[in-house]
């Protein structure tokens, strides 16, 4: 039950029309309303939301950012239902619905699978009972993904016979990702080993040799291929 409490004043007022007694009569009108109001305005400060704003920070393509927690305190003690709510797709709020006294914790958690780069703005409701309702503002900043990294390199040695009955010039080297698609061709010499190196770790590798002299170049030799570590 809200009391109001008016103070009487006697005075001595000399009316000289009506007009006057209407003007005495909406000047106790505004008081009393005036009056009511401020009732209900202390009522509503009588509850407050912390932080007032969010921000969360993240990588494209990485993990979601950590949950933050908005809490909620109010002066009085009798039970009242706190409900929120959100108006964004990559933000989630809960609970939704709960009975609180003094306090209540909310947690807020982002979501940015399938988000480009860039700044979202979104907003969180909070509402106590039917008396308090609080807007809490919800920043998203959402950096691009890091190019990658430079692919690991390694090497390969090979070793293969030597060509035995005729003059031998030297050697090449066949190097492919695919089966008898070579790329690269290394002129190795005289020697029968070579370590091939400029090579992507996680990739396979295919390889032959030929033997060459005056008159021309051998075909291939058997292919041997490797996963480079």
Not at 78 to 103: E, G, H, I, Q, Y
Not at 167 to 196: C, F, H, M, N, Q
Request: proline share 7%.
């Amino acid at each position: 039950m809200r009391h109001i409490f008016m103070e009487h004043t006697y005075r001595t007022v000399r009316l000289r029309n009506n007009e006057n007694a209407l003007a005495a009569t909406w000047f106790w009108q505004v008081g009393i309303m005036a009056f009511i109001c401020l009732g209900l305005a202390s009522e509503c400060l009588a509850a407050s939301t912390s932080p007032k704003t969010l921000t969360f920070y993240a990588v494209q393509g990485a993990t979601n950012p950590p949950n933050q927690t908005l809490t909620v305190r109010r002066t009085q003690s009798k039970p009242a239902t706190l409900t929120t709510s959100d108006n964004a797709t990559w933000l989630t709020v809960s609970p939704t619905t709960t009975s609180m006294t003094t306090s209540a914790t909310i947690t807020v958690a982002v979501n940015t699978s399938g988000l480009a780069a860039g700044t979202y703005n979104g907003t969180i409701t909070i509402k106590v009972g039917t008396w308090y309702t609080k807007n809490v503002p919800v920043t998203l900043i959402l950096s691009p993904a890091p190019p990658p990294p430079p692919p690991t390199m390694s090497t390969a040695t090979l070793t293969w016979d030597a060509v035995t009955g005729t003059p031998v010039s030297g050697y090449k080297v066949y190097v492919g990702e695919a089966p008898r698609l070579y790329t690269r061709t290394i002129d190795v010499g005289t020697v029968t080993s070579a370590t091939v190196d400029s090579l992507t770790v996680g990739r396979m590798y295919y390889f032959a040799v030929t033997a060459y002299n005056s008159a021309g170049e051998s075909p291939p030799s058997n292919e041997a291929s490797k996963t480079i570590q």
